[in-house]
T-cell receptor, first 109, second 115 residues
Framework: GNSVTQMEGPVTLSEEAFLTINCTYT??????LFWYVQYPGEGLQLLLK?????DKGSNKGFEATYRKETTSFHLEKGSVQVSDSAVYFC????????FGTGTSLTVIP | DAGVIQSPRHEVTEMGQEVTLRCKPI?????LFWYRQTMMRGLELLIY????????DSGMPEDRFSAKMPNASFSTLKIQPSEPRDSAVYFC?????????????FGSGTQLSVL
């Protein structure tokens, strides 16, 4: 079946630190992959996506590359800001969306 | 566009009471989804509609849960009777198309507490 596994949090980083949030997936087909972000008190928002192998999604300094050989879609950012504090969800879309459990990120000044 | 609008933002009720959550999708979106978010189970798809017709309700936990979409601009999720284990954040989302290009737009959610 389809599933998404992402690293457990919470993650706490200092401002300007490098961020990696790991995500791996299991899929029966050829899914699209997504990262969604949830700010406090809000719904999930699409951060970036990739629809096929080797595609790189990017937005607001965040990047993730669709790696079919390792079934991974790790989220990275070179220099985090306090405003990046949120919960990040990895997801795949096959017949429907499958979300990971979310990783809470707190960035401290 | 105002985005997906959900009401109420917060609902506190007592066990056994009926709860109705409301959602207005983005105008023109043909698909509407109801999700439930808990710490234990993460984000779960409960049901989704296409052109106001329920397509997949296999995620609805029990007969106590029901959802309707009487028109393209309104949907409800009802729990009757409610139980403490129903406490969660319930999200509504809508999308324009299905398939690889699909992008979900979420509302701000309803925080439900059943005492």
């Amino acid at each position: 079946g389809n599933s998404v596994t992402q690293m457990e949090g919470p993650v706490t980083l200092s401002e300007e630190a490098f961020l990696t949030i790991n995500c791996t997936y299991t899929a029966t087909g050829y899914p699209s992959l997504f990262w969604y972000v949830q700010y406090p008190g809000e719904g999930l928002q699409l951060l970036l996506k990739a629809t096929k192998a080797d595609d790189k999604g990017s937005n607001k300094g965040f990047e993730a590359t669709y790696r079919k050989e390792t079934t991974s879609f790790h989220l990275e950012k070179g220099s985090v800001q306090v405003s990046d504090s949120a919960v990040y969800f990895c997801a795949l879309k096959d017949d429907q969306f499958y979300f990971g459990t979310g990783t809470s990120l707190t960035v401290i000044p | 566009d105002a985005g997906v609008i959900q009401s109420p933002r917060h609902e506190v009720t007592e066990m056994g009471q009926e709860v109705t959550l409301r959602c207005k999708p983005i105008s023109g979106h043909d698909y509407l989804f109801w999700y439930r978010q808990t710490m234990m189970r993460g984000l779960e798809l409960l049901i989704y509609f296409n052109n106001n017709v329920p397509i997949d309700d296999s995620g609805m936990p029990e007969d106590r849960f029901s959802a309707k979409m009487p028109n393209a601009s309104f949907s409800t999720l009802k729990i009757q009777p409610s139980e403490p284990r129903d406490s969660a954040v319930y999200f509504c989302a809508s999308s324009l198309v299905r398939g690889r290009g699909e992008k979900l737009f979420f509302g701000s959610g309803t925080q439900l507490s059943v005492l």
